[in-house]
């Protein structure tokens, strides 16, 4: 298998693993923890105030859901990308605040009360970040191969 093959089949495996992971994440927040919990850990954070919080914390779960259902069928995969890259900024505006504000919260990530562990977050949004790039050069990659070929 040559390189550029078993970089597609990495490809396939990241964009799998991380679409399943954002619809764990929505899916836990709509279904299992529910939308209620999630408005209360949004409005947590002091960035918006109600109604606001509540909008975003009843449409951002179902982003998750969705981005991640296309990211793993391979539907509208560059547009499930950049929901998610967008998503991933949202999150890290939003820890980055709370941290600057030194806020005690829990994340809201999963409807848990653990509280948000910064540096950790941090790591974690940065390798969102690196991953969505790469998976997006590999598009950009798979897309201008196509059209040479």
């Known amino acids: 298998m040559d390189?550029?093959?078993?970089?597609?089949?990495?490809?396939?495996?990241?964009r799998v693993s991380l679409g399943v992971w954002f619809v764990y994440s929505g899916g836990v927040k709509i279904f299992g923890s529910g939308l209620d919990r999630f408005t209360f850990d949004v409005s947590n954070y002091k960035l918006v105030s109600a109604p606001w919080d509540?909008?975003?914390?009843?449409?951002?779960p179902w982003f998750e859901l969705i981005a991640?259902?296309?990211l793993m069928l391979g539907i509208l995969r560059r547009?499930?990308?950049?929901?998610?890259?967008?998503?991933?900024?949202?999150?890290?505006?939003?820890?980055?605040?709370?941290?600057?504000?030194?806020?005690?919260?829990?994340?809201?990530?999963?409807?848990g009360d653990t509280k948000i562990q910064y540096w950790s977050k941090a790591a974690e949004l940065t390798g969102y970040f690196l991953l969505l790039g790469w998976l997006w050069w590999?598009?950009?990659?798979?897309?201008?191969?196509?059209?040479?070929?």
């Open 54 to 60: 509540a909008v975003a914390a009843y449409t951002v």
């Open 68 to 70: 991640g259902v296309c």
């Open 79 to 111: 547009g499930a990308l950049l929901t998610i890259f967008g998503l991933v900024v949202v999150f890290s505006v939003s820890v980055g605040w709370a941290w600057a504000h030194g806020l005690d919260i829990s994340c809201g990530c999963h409807g």
């Open 138 to 149: 590999m598009e950009i990659r798979r897309s201008y191969q196509s059209h040479v070929v």
């Open 3 to 14: 390189l550029n093959r078993k970089s597609q089949v990495v490809a396939l495996i990241a």
